[in-house]
Nanobody, 124 residues
Framework: QVQLVESGGGLVQAGGSLRLSCAFS????????MGWFRQALGKEREFVAA????????NYADSVKGRFTISRDNAKNTVYLQMNSLKPEDTAVYYC?????????????????WGQGTQVTVSS
């Protein structure tokens, strides 16, 4: 069974940076599309970014384009989310997810496995 464990969250001032990591185990990492989602208090879970099996294709939500970068290291079974120029509205619990197909990557239903999440708080 696939397990996903996020790390790297924390408290940061507006304009700062954080790098989230998601460690994958249980199956062959390079066989999975990976995504990052976030959920703010009282709001629905929303798509942040996705990356295909090789890392050669990525997709971002408009709200994070130019500020966030998704990447993966298939040798380390890890996907990353580099977050720069953080804003208070980026405050949320961030989840990584794994799916077998590059379909509608912004849709949670595309993904089969989810991590427990890591809290990111951006102060103004």
């Amino acid at each position: 069974q696939v397990q996903l464990v996020e790390s790297g969250g924390g408290l940061v001032q507006a304009g700062g940076s954080l790098r989230l990591s998601c460690a994958f185990s249980g199956r062959t990492f390079s066989s999975y599309v990976m995504g990052w989602f976030r959920q703010a208090l009282g709001k629905e879970r929303e798509f942040v970014a996705a990356i295909n099996w090789s890392g050669g294709r990525t997709n971002y939500a408009d709200s994070v384009k130019g500020r966030f970068t998704i990447s993966r290291d298939n040798a380390k079974n890890t996907v990353y989310l580099q977050m720069n120029s953080l804003k208070p509205e980026d405050t949320a619990v961030y989840y990584c997810a794994a799916g077998s197909k590059w379909g509608v990557v912004a849709a949670p239903r595309t993904y089969d496995y989810w991590g427990q999440g890591t809290q990111v708080t951006v102060s103004s």
